[in-house]
């Protein structure tokens, strides 16, 4: 419905009668994703890299290029946009019945098995060198490491954890009903945006993207915003109106659901993270105030091979999204040195 | 327009002609407030105590009582409501021309120069042994100590600042676009009340309200409902429905607009907050999301006869409402030890 993409960069891989965790069948999905660079000849330099809520693998794309970590000229680097943000099945582009509001419950394990396929059922990749990825990206990463641990060496997970917080949950349903409380929205079946909804959720996510440091220095000064109203309406109502509502619906509601514990066979979620056996950096930040560092720090103790990196930014959630120079020099820098470290 | 009060229990001064801040006069504008207990002879026992945002005096109540610092048997405690509460001269019961919609800009220190008729011009008392108040009632509080220093002897603010932050001010936002999405809300206009846009502020604050370990121990549990979702419909849905709209998005623009600098004759924040004389109990939530302690720590710096005293608890912003106990006993015994201490 929403045209999120000027130029089609992308490849589709056709998932066939796919069956969701929660028991709907989607007929016809669909996985879109994008390759840059080449695969080696035993398909050893793959990083698979999904991708954040709202965003497409070109919002993305700021932590790929030549001279970066992941760099193109040395990995095959597979961005996977996950299910509902428009590019892969949505509510957006889904055919009926499960169309518009009709569009059935995406769950974190979902759209990791959608990803299975594509690594190895398409590429016949053995292992993934990496799986990396930010916030609900972050939030697959480590669904990925519980559910096929051995289907990777390395995973760097950023700004996220494997289970929803229920804070964070309810954090979600504010932003939820921002849209769901314009009359527009019809239950999901418009003709055209809910507009005022989509403005209202950038209002909503604004105290929460962003520390409270972050405002009270007034950065948003230092990113061609004039003043505080600016920034509010020219960057996150901006930033909302370009989305489609029933896509933020379906990835806030596969967010909130984000749960590493309903991995099959784990009855808790420590149990899964004591399963991850790739080699973990994880990097919250330190100004989080959804993500939380207290948060990830808990979960990342159970992980047997992992370390804890704080981002040191006062940017919040945003340090991980390629808002603030020197956090995504940060992580790269993170990424870089796992890839250069050799694991048995 | 809504039902605030079963029972009137309250006394209304008239303030007559009331010319605001930002330039408006509020013609038939009106105080409510309650006494609790006698003044004694020379009128030197009397607590002012200014409500919260969205609250009346009958809110405020679990401080006052036979036994508690606030005790009514040796205190006379003047409870005030603040402007666009409701009871005192609001959108919902002020008259054309400035009802509903087009009800004029209030800031803090109009609340406090119409309390300061109560106090000085009906009742004649020379000096209030103390002000205290939560929230926008500390702000009220601390605006009070700044531009009549001489008036009271003793001031207790709790989770309040005295002037709110700019990521206060982003959150504040969130909380008034949950409102005027809705429709039904038109410009503040309505025969009804707004139900939808009422609910979604609950959804919206829920989050702001209480800390993320309050929502990870599940302590709603211990408050008589019976799942995270019973919590947010059967109390925060339940809570902002009571309310009026107009009212709700009346008081949030004063609580942006708190700002002591704004004090006669200051030029800043801190120069306002050296101005205050009286002894200074000041008491933030150490896990409050909006009232941050920090930010309360910055500012008590800047008075010169104060201290601040973090309460200890996971109920964020919650801890100083009278919702949990121990929290209320924590605030209490503060009131309390301040009141028995001679100041000369």
Redesign the interface.
């Known amino acids: 419905m929403t045209e999120y993409s000027a130029i089609h960069d992308y490849e589709e891989l056709e998932l066939g009668d796919f069956r969701l965790q929660e028991g709907a069948t989607l007929r016809g999905a669909k996985l879109a994703y994008k390759q840059h660079g080449e695969m080696n000849n035993d398909k050893s330099n793959v990083i698979l890299y999904p991708t954040f809520f709202s965003g497409t693998h070109q919002d993305d794309e700021y932590m790929i290029g030549e001279g970066m970590a992941l760099d193109p000229s040395k990995y095959c680097i597979l961005q996977v946009n996950q299910l509902g943000n428009g590019l892969s099945s949505s509510p957006s582009n889904h055919p009926e019945p499960y169309d518009q509001g009709n569009f059935p419950v995406i769950t974190t394990l979902d759209n990791v098995r959608a990803q299975h396929q594509l690594v190895m059922d398409y590429f016949h990749i053995d292992q993934l060198e990496m799986v990396c990825g930010y916030s609900m990206g972050a939030q697959q990463t480590f669904q990925w490491a519980a559910a096929y641990p051995e289907k990777m060496r390395k995973i760097v997970p950023w700004c996220g954890t494997a289970s929803t917080?229920?804070?964070n949950?309810?954090?979600l349903?504010?932003v939820?009903?921002?849209i769901?409380?314009?009359?527009?929205w019809q239950q999901g079946f418009y003709d055209s945006q809910p507009h005022?909804?989509l403005?209202?959720v950038g209002?909503?996510?604004?105290?929460?993207g962003l520390?409270?440091q972050?405002?009270?220095e007034?950065r948003y000064l230092d990113h061609g915003f004039s003043s505080?109203e600016d920034f509010?309406a020219g960057f996150w109502e901006a930033f909302f109106l370009q989305k489609d509502a029933n896509n933020l619906l379906s990835m806030a509601q596969t967010w909130q659901r984000a749960d590493i514990a309903r991995t099959e066979g784990c009855h808790s979620r420590d149990e899964a993270l004591n399963r991850i056996t790739a080699k973990a950096l994880v990097m919250p930040c330190e100004t989080d105030?959804y993500f939380?560092r207290e948060?990830v720090e808990r979960e990342t103790n159970c992980i047997p091979n992992a370390e804890c990196r704080p981002i040191p930014s006062i940017y919040g959630h945003f340090a991980g999204i390629g808002f603030h120079e020197e956090d995504t020099a940060f992580i790269n820098q993170g990424i870089k040195e796992l890839l250069e470290t050799s694991v048995d």
């Open positions: 917080t229920p804070h949950y309810v954090f349903e504010g939820k009903s921002a769901t409380t314009d009359g527009h005022k909804g403005r209202a209002r909503v996510y604004a105290g929460w520390s409270q972050f405002y009270y007034q505080l509010l105030l939380r948060d």
